[in-house]
């Protein structure tokens, strides 16, 4: 089992950068696939990146690919995601999400471990 707490949001000006991370306490962390969702209030769950367990691997989202990126490092049990070119429609509450089992997954579903979230606010 693991246990996930996001931190790094906040409110940043369109155009800023942010970087998020998930700190994870558990036994090897490093056999776990982390997603990156977010969410508005009101609206479905949004998948916005994936990292595999080594950090070799993992895509984004199409409306975040080339400004979002994520990694990790196994020996901190955290992984990141950094954000740039902000733009207010990024705001929303971001979650990570560990996964033991299976492929990288856009599928919310498909991972077992959910941090609190933390919110992002890009103003205009």
């Known amino acids: 089992q693991v246990q996930l707490v996001e931190s790094g949001g906040g409110l940043v000006q369109a155009g800023g950068s942010l970087r998020l991370s998930c700190a994870a306490s558990?036994?090897?962390?490093?056999?776990?696939?982390v997603g990156w969702f977010r969410q508005v209030s009101g609206k479905e769950r949004e998948f916005v990146a994936v990292?595999?367990?080594?950090?070799?691997?993992?895509f984004a989202a199409d409306s975040v690919k080339g400004r979002f990126t994520t990694s990790r490092d196994n020996a901190k049990n955290t992984v990141f995601l950094q954000m740039n070119s902000l733009k207010p429609e990024d705001t929303a509450v971001y979650y990570c999400?560990?996964?033991?089992?299976?492929?990288?997954?856009?599928?919310?579903?498909?991972?077992?471990?959910w941090g609190q979230g933390t919110q992002v606010t890009v103003s205009s």
């Open positions: 558990g036994r090897a962390f490093s056999t776990y696939i």
């Open positions: 999400a560990a996964n033991r089992v299976g492929l990288l997954s856009v599928d919310d579903s498909r991972y077992d471990y």
């Open positions: 990292i595999g367990r080594s950090g070799g691997s993992g």
